[in-house]
Nanobody, 116 residues
């Protein structure tokens, strides 16, 4: 089993910044691909950013240039630095990890709320 715990969400004004963290623990077996997804009310969950075991990154068009995903392999932690936040970034942000067996694990999510 793999456990993912997100932190760092909160209420922030438009234009502000937040940094989300996701700590992974359990039967990880090496450095695994991880990512951040988000789900706004009434919307489907969507990919925000992902990072491979080698450190290659991928971003949704809506966050390119504003968000940065990174990882600390020694801590089994992935981060999402979010700058220039917009009201449409309001959502629950979920951490994802794909295990060596192809199983997708999810955290419980952390809420990011933008005030205009």
């Amino acid at each position: 089993q793999v456990q993912l715990v997100e932190s760092g969400g909160g209420l922030v004004q438009a234009g502000g910044s937040l940094r989300l963290s996701c700590a992974a623990s359990g039967s990880i077996f090496g450095i695994r691909p991880m990512g951040w997804y988000r789900q706004a009310p009434g919307n489907q969950r969507e990919l925000v950013a992902s990072i491979t075991s080698a450190g290659s990154t991928n971003y949704a068009d809506s966050v390119k240039g504003r968000f940065t995903i990174s990882r600390d392999n020694a801590k089994n932690t992935v981060y999402l630095q979010m700058n220039s936040l917009k009201p449409e970034d309001t959502a629950v942000y979920y951490c994802n990890l794909v295990s060596a067996y192809g199983i997708s694990y999810w955290g419980k999510g952390t809420l990011v709320t933008l005030s205009s």
